[in-house]
């Protein structure tokens, strides 16, 4: 893969929500994703000052997709699972400068081949 093409999304949501996370990133072109359960560490303070209930049990998902539809991804899922939905998710994106062992066919949104 070329460096500098490709965005890594991660997405950390309350347990349960992490389907939701990938219908609202395939919408706009993502392909796939990789799940990682864990427990967040929230304080309370924390709970205060944004005005919502921490929940331990978090899924992360990890989603690479061309930088071209990063940002419609991310306002997916702000829409979708974000701080004021039950899912109480946050996301954001790193560039990933290189990656081995995927095809532009698994990461890439196919063109329409009927043209």
């Known amino acids: ?17 992490s389907s939701a996370v990938m219908d609202a990133a395939k919408e706009f072109g993502a392909r796939g994703g990789t799940v990682i359960r864990g427990r967040g560490t929230a304080s309370h303070e924390a709970e205060k000052r944004f005005q919502i209930t921490v929940e331990p049990e ?3 998902v ?9 940002q419609d991804i991310l306002h997916a899922l702000y829409r979708a699972v974000g701080l004021s939905t039950p899912g109480q998710g946050i996301a954001f994106s790193v ?5 081995v062992g995927l095809t532009e066919e698994q990461v890439a949104p196919t063109a329409d081949k009927t043209e």
């Open 95 to 99: 560039p990933v400068d290189a990656a």
């Open 1 to 17: 893969m070329n460096t500098g093409k490709y965005e890594m999304i991660l997405c950390i949501v309350n347990a349960g929500f």
């Open 62 to 70: 990890m989603i690479l997709v061309p930088a071209a539809i990063k």
């Open 58 to 60: 978090k899924e992360m």
